[in-house]
Structure formats: C-alpha cells, structure tokens
C-alpha cells in the first residue's frame, strides 16, 4: 500500500506536488472513482486514472530470497540495519512476504504483488512452512507429542504438522529438529517450542510449500517460475 500522491510520482507520471494537485482539483480516479482524498492509499493492483489517462502498471515480479542471519525482513529500518530489499536492484516497490526474524536464516518471498503476498499468508490457503532448528536440549516424545496436539498462542491453535528429531548432540545437549507449520504469527516457532520447554539456538526456514533453497546461496534470490506460481495457487 502506499500513498495515492506517491504512485503518480512513481509511474513517472508527475511531480509528487503536481499529483497532489491533480487529486484534490478531482482529476484523478482510482478503480473508476474519483478520488480528492490525499493521502489515499492504493496497491499495484488497482486502476490509476489521472487527467482521463490510465497509469500503467509495475510489472508483477516474485522472487525467492535466502535470508541471511543479521537481516531485518522490511523495506526499511529506523535503526539503520541491512534489510532484505538491500539486496534487489530495482526501482519496483519490492517487499517481504510476511517475516523471518532479524536472527533467522532461510527461505522468504519478495514481490510487488499484492494479491501474490495476500494469496500466501492468508491461513486459509494452507500453505506450509518447513524449519530447522536447534534447540537447548534434547527434544523428547511428550513434547512432539504437544507440538502436534498443538499449542495456543494469541488465542488459537498452533499445531506442528510433522516435527522430526533430525539430530542429538548429547555432548551439548542440542538437538536439531524439523518442523513443518502453516500459520505464520509473530515468532512462532520460537513460542510453540518455549512452550514445550525449549529455547531456540538457531532457525531456519528450509522451505515454503514445496519451494526450497536449492540453488541459492545466502543472500542471493531468483524468480519464482510461471510453472511454480500456478502450482501455489492449485488447492489440493
Ligand atoms: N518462527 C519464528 O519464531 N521466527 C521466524 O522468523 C519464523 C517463524
């Protein structure tokens, strides 16, 4: 979303002022309304009319991205910390869809659509996320056993679909496990497994639906392919 003004400027259209001006004299229409509010936020998807002539439209772009550690997943940081769009070049309003936390690794979204990012973070589609993780401490069956059960965090449940034991260090009382959820709240993994008692020494996100991080290396992304994008729209 951004502002009505903005998108003008954008498209190249007019001086960010000049657009300003053009919305409250009623010369612009968005989605075939006229529009005098400023400061109106509109998407790529909808229909920008200024002075009778329609803005043309950022082409759609979706990319996977590996996330390194030590990233923050906006488009932007008051604290002045390297974040994801930092790594595209382009002038496309690009941004994460949905997050990885600051100190996670691994697989993330990054478009201009939308819809796209609408499309994958609504539970309803069910789309699963795959992570591994290292845990303080061995992880036993009575707490996988909770994880699928699930887990109430912010007044719903969370629940595991699969959680493997991958691997035990006994020596540093570690484990790193495999979690496979599709809801996607704020650190989640993190809180299903402090529930369960166990913190999180390292996470990372190996996969979102069937799409991996074959191919890329940390901070490096590709397009995500006509093929793929209709295989994520098909509901079993
Ligand atoms: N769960 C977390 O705790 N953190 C993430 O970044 C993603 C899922």
Redesign the pocket.
Known sequence: MERLQKAIADAGYTSRRKAEELIINGKVQVNGKIVTKLGTKVTTNDDIVVEGKLLKKASKVHYLFYKPRGVI?STSDDKGRKTIIDYFDTNKRLYPVG???Y??SGIIMVTNDGEFANYIMHPSNNIT?T?IVKLNGIINGEAINKLKMGIILDNSKSIALRVKLKQKNQQKNTSLVEIV?QE?????????FEAVGYS?IK?K?EKIAFLDLKGLRSGQYREITKKELKQLYKKD
């Open positions: 997943s997050r990885l936390d100190d996670a996320k992570y959820i996607g709240k704020n650190h989640q993994i993190k809180r299903m999180v996470l996100r």
